[in-house]
């Protein structure tokens, strides 16, 4: 199977640091399954491993979180039944847990020391297949595409979790005040469940044509980092890596807010005021996501519905979509086609 993977973590300039691989197509163990891969998102994480932001787990890895495919073989103890070959399935962030911790057993498998991740610990689908632990895998709804179900299943859900960390409860939302502090993939399909729920959402973003995409997408209000919400925010998500986004956005917060930080890497948390912090506002970090999380996103997805666009790369074209996704140059979700 052809296959691009990380042997040495470099700058994502076009040409590298992902290399051509050729290689077996294997077999799935126990508790696997094996995919044929159809699409596979590309994430920022994506390229912090592949840059070495984050420290490589194993090398050489294929990278990508963000899997449509089809299930193709089986392994021992698989429940054919419920894991049928020939049938399309999605795999996300997390590829295992213990299940047995305290993290495990009160619901919180994302925290669990032993947890195990998709490109990172295991080989991801940046790949015409791959093997995936059978329980962390996850139907999708009919009325997605290949490319549009990709971003959903780490954009979407990794934002989904975020809504959660910052205190909003998309069952009674209505009329509570959302600042979103960036507007890429993620932010995208935060703001259609926010709207939907009816929160007045305020997006941040240097980028004019991102201002104008918020607005059409129902943001009360769209402005760059150099102005300031008209309003207090009752909570606020942050997804760029920068420290100094997330003292932004607690600036905005109105008593008692949450600034939820939407990132596995941040380069630094600058000096603030306690000022800034005082009066029961609250900073916290949204780590990975739990098998539950993405159950429930789906089908929320599938109801609202959140629409996702799709800029499409070829495989061998993955270190393109990496350095467009670090130049900021893209017009939607990057996604790979096997």
């Not at 840059?51 to 495919?69: S, Y």
């Not at 069952?171 to 890429?184: E, H, K, P, Y």
């Not at 919400?229 to 807010?257: K, N, Q, S, W, Y």
Request: with cysteine; hydrophobic share 40%; proline share 5%.
């Amino acid at each position: 199977m052809r296959a691009m993977e990380v042997r040495t973590c470099g700058p994502a300039d076009g040409n590298g640091p992902l290399c051509r691989s050729d290689r077996p197509d294997g077999q799935p163990g126990e508790g696997e399954v094996q995919i044929a891969v159809r699409a596979c998102g590309v994430c920022r994480t994506d390229l912090q491993i592949a840059e070495g932001d984050l420290e490589a787990r194993r090398l050489p890895i294929i990278p990508g979180h963000q899997v449509v495919g089809d299930i193709c073989a089986v392994g021992p103890g698989v429940d054919v039944d419920r894991h049928r070959v020939g049938s399309r399935v999605g795999v996300a962030w997390i590829a295992s847990s213990c299940g047995t911790c305290r993290f495990c057993s009160s619901g919180r498998e994302n925290l669990c020391p032993g947890a195990t991740f998709t490109g990172w610990d295991r080989d991801g689908g940046y790949a015409e297949k791959m093997t995936a632990r059978a329980e962390f895998t996850y139907p999708l709804p009919e009325g997605f595409s290949d490319l549009d179900a990709a971003p959903l299943l780490c954009g979407g859900t990794i934002g989904y979790r975020s809504l959660k960390i910052a205190g909003v409860d998309l069952g009674d939302a209505a009329g509570s005040r959302l600042g979103l502090f960036g507007f890429g993939a993620s932010a995208t399909c935060v703001i259609q469940l926010a709207v939907h729920a009816g929160c007045e959402v305020f997006v941040v973003t240097r980028s004019p044509a991102e201002q104008r995409r918020a607005s059409d997408l129902g943001a009360a209000w769209a402005g760059s980092y150099d102005d300031q919400p008209p309003v207090p925010l009752d909570a606020a998500i942050t997804f760029a890596p920068v420290g100094e986004v997330v003292v932004a956005a607690l600036g905005a917060l109105d008593r008692g807010g949450t600034v939820a930080i939407n990132a596995i890497h941040l380069d630094r948390i600058p000096e603030l005021d306690y000022d800034r912090l005082w009066l029961e506002r609250s900073i916290r970090s949204v780590a990975n996501v739990t098998r539950q999380d993405v159950i429930e996103f789906l089908d929320l997805a599938s109801q609202v519905p959140v629409r996702t666009t799709a800029e499409v790369f070829d495989l061998q074209e993955a270190n393109q979509a990496l350095q467009r996704l670090r130049d900021g140059t893209l017009t939607g979700s990057a996604v790979l086609r096997a």
